[in-house]
């Protein structure tokens, strides 16, 4: 690259020293990602390990960067260091969405012990989801304690946040009805801690009472449900203290070495099958016999299965 006053080793270095520049630039380096991307994680990933990630996810609009702000304020307030990486590609209006998490997470932007970063739809030629773990790695190869990521669009986001968490919080609000039905029918998966927010909204105990009831139908005894008002910072030392309280029992339980095992094994699938997909799909744009393929499907001179079979053993 053109001007640049750096090496990819004094930028690693830069890093780990918790440099907010050098912090910066390795997250859009990342972000873009490419060789020199890979260069770096390869780099910085024997200093990783040391942070602990928290995956904030839930629907659109139920607060949760609201709530991480307020998580951040309550934690830099017990001396943590922090590095949160938002994530909504389902979002089509990113600019407007990254927008607002700036505003309501600005308050955080001139201390040093918190970093943040709203990761776009831009161009990784790895996706999103490595795009995210690599963010992730650079933050924690930084020396930062406490990791959040925020995820919308639950089960169907791109990035599996419970696949890159150690503690997963799902966050809904009065009126997300819908979640609690998927809760109750086993379709999403049950997080570790359910934060209850817009406590201040007037059918919240209705809600409440719902959630307690759907995940008490599984007999076993459902997670932990916080209430909380994310933009006063009510009930937020409770969720807290809640994230706690669940890593504590992973780390006695021996569970955590065991779940981040378990988190790696799927994420390095999830990320080899996406390589795989996006290879197949640059392959299949460069193919000029698709169309034909497509037509003689169309025409009914060939069936879609034996079209499938020669498509395949065409690319791969
Ligand atoms: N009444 C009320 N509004 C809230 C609360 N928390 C967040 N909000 C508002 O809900 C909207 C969506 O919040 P946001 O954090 O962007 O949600 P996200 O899409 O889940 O990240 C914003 O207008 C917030 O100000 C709360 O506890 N009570
Ligand atoms: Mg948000």
New binding site residues.
């Given amino acids: 690259m053109a001007g640049r006053s750096w090496t990819p080793a004094e930028l690693a270095d830069g890093v780990r020293s918790g440099n907010k520049r050098s912090l910066a630039r390795a997250l859009s380096l990342v972000e873009r990602g490419g060789d020199e991307a890979e260069e770096l994680i390869r780099d910085l990933y024997p200093d990783t390990g040391g942070a602990y990630r928290i995956g904030v996810t839930g629907p659109?609009g139920v607060g949760?960067?609201t709530l991480i702000g307020a998580l951040v304020k309550h934690v830099r307030g017990l001396g943590r260091s922090v590095g949160v990486v938002?994530v909504?590609p389902s979002s089509p209006f990113t600019k407007g969405?990254l927008l607002?998490?700036r505003i309501r997470l600005s308050e955080h932007f001139l201390d040093p012990d918190v970093f943040i970063r709203s990761m776009g739809t831009r161009g990784h030629s790895g996706g999103l989801a490595e795009a995210t773990l690599e963010a992730l790695l650079v933050l924690d190869a930084s020396g930062r304690e406490l990791l959040f990521v925020?995820t919308?669009g639950v089960g169907q986001s791109e990035v599996a946040v419970a696949g890159i968490a150690d503690t997963v919080v799902l966050v809904l609000m009065p009126g997300s009805g819908d979640s609690v039905q998927a809760l109750k029918a086993g379709v999403m998966e049950i997080p570790d801690v359910i934060a209850l927010n817009k406590s201040d909204h007037p059918t919240a105990a209705v809600t409440l009472a719902e959630l307690r009831q759907a995940l008490s139908l599984g007999g076993d005894h459902g997670p932990p449900i916080v209430s909380t008002q994310a933009s006063s910072g009510d009930g937020v030392d409770r969720l807290w203290q809640t994230i706690e309280e669940h890593r504590s029992s992973l780390e006695q339980s021996g569970g955590l070495g065991e779940r981040r095992r378990e988190n790696l094994r799927r994420e390095l699938f999830a990320l080899a099958l996406g390589r795989i997909r996006r290879e197949l799909e640059r392959a299949a744009a460069g193919d000029n016999d698709l169309e034909a393929l497509v037509s003689a499907v169309a025409d009914r001179r060939l069936d879609p299965l034996s079209a499938v079979r020669e498509l395949r053993e065409r690319l791969l």
Wanted: without cysteine.
């Fill in positions: 659109p949760k960067s938002s909504d969405a607002g998490d925020e919308a």
